[in-house]
C-alpha cells in the first residue's frame, strides 16, 4: 500500500506539479489564456535538498521561507501558517505549502496554498495571494469542524485585496480544492454581479527528479520570470481592450481572512 500524501511529504519528498492554468473573465470585457506553470509541493521543514533545489540558499529552484508565510519578503514560513491553523482551531496536521518556487534566485507567485493535511485527507486551505505592487493577503478555506474538503466541495470568501487593476476590491471568491497523492485540480470563481473572474489549475503529480526539474526549466525557460512577463503582457492586452485601470487601494487591514 502507498504511503499518504501527508506520510511522503513528511518523508522529505518534493512533488512537481506542471500545472495547466486558465483564467477566463466574466462580464463586458471578453479575455482570455492559458498556460503552464510549475508548482513545487513540499512540507518546508522537511524537503531534502537535491540536485537543482535547495531551501534557503541559490539553486536552479529553491524555496525560501521569507517568500512565504506572513509579510512579503519577511515570511516566517510554515510555523506562520500553523499558527494560522491553530488559531481558527486546528493542529496535529501535516503542513504542506504547494508554491511556484524561486528561479535563479527570483521569486513571485500569484497564489500559493497551504495545505492541512491527515493522510490523504485535506482538512484546510490557505490560499496565498500576492499582487504585483509588493502587497499579501491571505484567505482561510475550510468547512465547519474542519469535515474534509472533497472534490466539488465550495468554499465562499468576501474578496477584499486588490489583485487586478482591472477589477475593483468587490464580490467574493468560490474556492473547489481537488488535491490526491496522484493530482490536483483548484478553481477560483470570483463573482461581482455579471462581473469576476473564473481561474483554475490542474496538473498530475510526479517525483521532482534532478531530470524532471531541469526538463521544466529547459520547456519553460524563466519560471517565475516567465510568470510576471506573462501578467504584464495580458495587462497589456486588457487595457488595449477598453478595460479601466483602478489606483491602488490600501491592502486590509487584517493578514487573513476568510
Known sequence: MSASLAAQLEGGELLHLPARVTHARRGGIHHAFAYKVDY?????????????????SFNLFAL????????????EGAAWARKVFAS??????????????????????????????????????????????????????????????RAGDELTA??????????????????????????????????????GLIATMHGDFAAATPKRLLGAALKRPGGTIRVIVLIYWNALRLKLKGADYRPLPSPPENEVSQ
Open 40 to 56: 513545487l509541493l513540499l512540507d518546508p521543514e522537511r524537503v531534502r535538498r537535491r540536485t537543482f533545489f535547495s531551501r534557503n
Open 158 to 195: 468576501t474578496k477584499v485585496f486588490h489583485v487586478s487593476p482591472f477589477q475593483d476590491v468587490r464580490g467574493k471568491y468560490l474556492f473547489r480544492f481537488a488535491i490526491s497523492p496522484a493530482a490536483t485540480a483548484i478553481a477560483i470563481h470570483q463573482i461581482d454581479g455579471a462581473e
Open 64 to 75: 525560501h521561507d521569507r517568500d512565504h508565510g506572513g509579510a512579503r519578503g519577511a515570511g
Open 88 to 149: 481558527a482551531g486546528l493542529e496535529r496536521t501535516t503542513v504542506a505549502l504547494m508554491t511556484q518556487p524561486r528561479f535563479l534566485g527570483y521569486w513571485f507567485c500569484p497564489v500559493s496554498f497551504w495545505l492541512a493535511l491527515r493522510g490523504d485527507e485535506l482538512l484546510a486551505v490557505i490560499a496565498e495571494v500576492s499582487n504585483t505592487f509588493g502587497q499579501r493577503h491571505s484567505y482561510l478555506c475550510h468547512h465547519a469542524g474542519f469535515a474534509p474538503i
